[in-house]
């Protein structure tokens, strides 16, 4: 997966957009429901590699972190709620899909 299909995917959910929140870094971008505002995902570039930030549900989040050792706690987040996701050619796309879409759920 790259950034462009993250985004793509994120854009199918219902009433959801694209921001740029940090200014003089176009390279980041949220990704927002419409009604409320709030964040679902965070897609960034850093130093070369591909991450996501995504909330997850608490009791599951260990979980996922103990499964995937490209699953690890949120950068620069409530590392109880989220959760980033190293995008590499390992990760499971139907897995970060079915991610993307909790955290859709859980910040309607």
């Known amino acids: 997966m790259n950034k462009e299909e993250i985004i793509k995917y994120c854009l199918t959910l219902e009433d959801t957009y694209k921001d740029c ?8 971008v949220t990704m927002k429901h419409i ?12 130093n ?13 989040s260990d979980i996922l972190r103990n499964t995937y050792d490209y699953i690890i706690p949120a950068y620069h987040m ?3 709620h989220w959760n980033t996701i190293i995008v590499d050619e390992k990760v499971d796309k139907t897995l970060v899909k079915e991610l993307i879409e909790q955290s859709y759920q859980l910040t309607k």
């Open 35 to 46: 009604k409320n505002n709030k964040w679902f995902a965070l897609i960034m570039n850093v």
């Open 48 to 60: 070369d590699k591909l991450y996501i930030n995504v909330k997850t549900n608490p009791d599951y």
């Open 78 to 80: 409530n590392k109880e």
């Open 21 to 28: 929140p940090f200014p003089n870094d176009f390279e980041s």
